[in-house]
């Protein structure tokens, strides 16, 4: 009941195309979903996160689609550029403050 | 900007033998956590410390496993025997307060155990 669930492992896209990465929970506890974004040799930094008390979150390019009712939220790369390429993470926590991952998308933007 | 600085960056070591991994968390924090990243797999969580003590830890942190604030700045992942299995990039993160959740990490320390 603590896992997330995150698909597909890896994407590639094209320059200037959509990336949608998603994920799904099971524990109703968990109240905050944030993205991270990590590149080779370097630690997890925060995307983006959202909580369940709204639908979507917008910044610049990132834009998370969350849906309550289906345990799943997604992210959305708009125009995506080769400098996006990188392993992204969704991630859950609840008032335990453990963020639990997901297993972690490797996406690829091909120039 | 602020941020989390773990060291040493690599780590080797001979199996059954004693590490410390240190980190520095961001200043005004309260918050510190430990995870750990198996070479292609997901992060998981290991441990997470407030106000000197855990405050939860995951099933993989067992009895060969510690923490210590030993000062106010520095915040360590002691490994008392270490086994094959522990090779794997450790990460440090801390954070300002519960309810903004945010959590900084640094860029980690990658063990390998031989």
């Known amino acids: 009941q603590q896992q997330v669930k995150q698909s597909p492992q890896s994407l590639i896209v094209q320059k200037g195309g959509i990336s949608i990465i998603n994920c799904a929970y099971e524990n109703t506890a968990f109240d905050y979903f944030p993205w991270y974004q990590q590149f080779p040799g370097k630690g997890p930094a925060l995307l983006i996160a959202?909580?369940?008390?709204?639908s979507e979150k917008k910044e610049g390019r990132f834009t998370i689609s969350f849906n309550k009712s289906a345990k799943q939220f997604s992210l959305h790369i708009m125009d995506s550029q080769p400098g996006d390429s990188a392993t992204y993470f969704c991630a859950a926590q609840g008032g335990a403050q453990k963020l639990v991952f997901g297993q972690g998308t490797r996406l690829t933007i091909n120039p | 900007e602020p941020e989390v600085t773990q060291t040493p960056s690599h780590q080797v070591t001979q199996m059954g033998q004693e590490v410390i991994l240190r980190c520095v968390p961001i200043s005004n924090h309260l918050y510190f956590y430990w995870y750990r990243q198996i070479l292609g797999q997901k992060v998981e969580f290991l441990v997470s410390?407030?106000?000197?003590?855990?405050?939860?830890k995951s099933e993989i942190f067992d009895d060969q496993f510690s923490v210590e604030r030993p000062d106010g700045s520095n915040f360590t992942l002691k490994i008392r025997s270490t086994k094959l299995e522990d090779s794997a990039m450790y990460f440090c993160a801390s954070s300002t307060d519960r309810a903004k959740n945010i959590q900084y990490f640094g860029a980690g320390t990658r063990l390998s155990v031989l």
């Open positions: 410390f407030y106000n000197n003590e855990i405050s939860e």
């Open positions: 959202i909580r369940p008390d709204v």
